[in-house]
């Protein structure tokens, strides 16, 4: 089945960046269409953006202008740039190989933006 394992997360000011990354044991992400979802405490689970395998993005509104979705294909990760962070962006963020957790979820990477 392979284990989603993000990294990357970590305490940041507002207005702050990270990069986060996702890989997927004993699968080839470039043909799966990566997710990245969130889930700040108290509340569900919520969608961040996505990739397809041909490259394409979708973005939630939330976040659109400021995360960019993309891919390293030739280190079998999908990357989250997070950019001019905002408190409301803390949460435990988790990748996604297909639509919510298709293929189970892993431990996720805590985000913590301070202002």
């Known amino acids: 089945q392979g284990q989603l394992v993000e990294s990357g997360g970590g305490l940041v000011q507002v207005g702050g960046s990270l990069r986060l990354s996702c890989g997927f044991s004993g699968h080839i992400l470039g043909r799966i269409p990566m997710y990245w979802y969130r889930q700040a405490q108290g509340k569900q689970r919520e969608f961040v953006a996505r990739i397809t395998s041909a490259g394409d993005t979708w973005y939630a509104d939330s976040v659109k202008g400021r995360f960019t979705i993309f891919r390293a294909n030739d280190r079998n990760l999908v990357y989250l740039e997070l950019n001019s962070l905002k408190a409301e962006d803390t949460a435990v963020y988790y990748c996604?190989?297909?639509?919510?957790?298709?293929?189970?979820w892993g431990q996720g990477t805590q985000v913590t933006v301070s202002s």
């Open positions: 996604s190989a297909g639509p919510e957790g298709s293929s189970g």
